[in-house]
């Protein structure tokens, strides 16, 4: 498998800028570009990160025991089936994700319960058909069953011309009423000519990147019932206590040092 180390991938951009050790020189250096026109993006990872962790928790205290997690990226403890198996024991995952570093760092993802199931599948998210037929999924998920369908911060990798929407109703498509769609994805909103400048950094890095408006983001949710408090910036998502900061002053600051959008919302 070639591994193209010498070009940069999201998921191992992320890692460095979660202060991880599997990335590369071609993806620390476009890190480090994006880190120059954006001081505050590894703060917006962590946040992001720590996002993930409450929707997962919010998703099986709903009663969901079934995950498909796409757009996994290198694993970063606690992973996802470490979450939802502190409350249900039983619960089972599956991650996907296209770079093949990830998938070298598998073992590391399949570390479940004797209770529950984890598994690894290598595949990209723009092909949910190669990805709902896999055995990975058929073998470990019952997709009869309600599932808890996460992209996090993986969409605003897929530009319009790969039609993300219509991955997104393919996926849900496939899972029964009870299910769940987690989003979190990158946003012009709050600063448009500094995401302007980081689209353009991961262009240059031949990444296909697409940054979209809170209307945009929010189409991916058409028919669902949206989560309170909706969608919002991935810090103001039921938020811990210790997470609040100086108040809504700050995380008012936060929303452009952040620049992301984030949801959760069931199929009815």
């Known amino acids: 498998m070639d591994l193209n180390l010498h070009l940069p991938h999201p998921a191992r951009m992320y890692d460095y800028f979660l202060g991880g050790k599997d990335n ?49 990226g290198i694993p970063t403890a606690p992973n996802v089936h470490q979450i939802a198996q502190e409350v249900e024991p039983q619960a089972r995952v599956v991650y996907v994700d296209n770079d093949p570093i990830v998938l070298a760092h598998a073992r590391a993802l399949m570390t479940s319960t004797p209770e529950g199931c984890t598994a690894y599948l290598h595949a990209d998210l723009t092909g949910p058909e190669q990805i709902l037929s896999a055995p990975e999924v058929r073998h470990t998920l019952r997709l ?23 991955v997104v109703a393919a996926l849900l498509e496939s899972v029964p009423s009870g299910s769940f769609l987690v989003i979190s994805h990158a946003t012009t909103d709050f600063d448009s000519e500094t995401f302007d400048k980081i689209q353009n950094i991961y262009r240059d890095g031949e ?25 919002v910036p991935p810090h103001r998502w039921r938020p811990d206590p210790v997470d609040l900061g100086d108040g809504d002053g700050g995380l008012a600051r936060l929303d452009a040092q952040v620049g992301l959008y984030a949801a959760v919302a069931k199929k009815a």
């Open 144 to 166: 009869d069953q309600p599932v808890a369908v996460s992209l996090n911060a993986v969409l605003h990798f897929v530009p319009d011309d790969r039609h993300p929407y219509n």
């Open 24 to 72: 590369y020189e071609p993806d620390r250096q476009q890190a480090e570009q994006v880190e120059k026109v954006f001081p505050s993006v590894r703060q917006a990872a962590r946040i992001n990160r720590a996002f993930m962790h409450r929707a997962t928790k919010y998703v099986a205290h709903e009663g969901i025991r079934q995950f498909l997690d796409i757009g996994t």
């Open 207 to 231: 990444i296909p990147c697409q940054f979209r408006t809170r209307e945009e983001i929010g189409g991916f949710f058409a028919g669902l019932e949206i989560s309170d408090p909706g969608l």
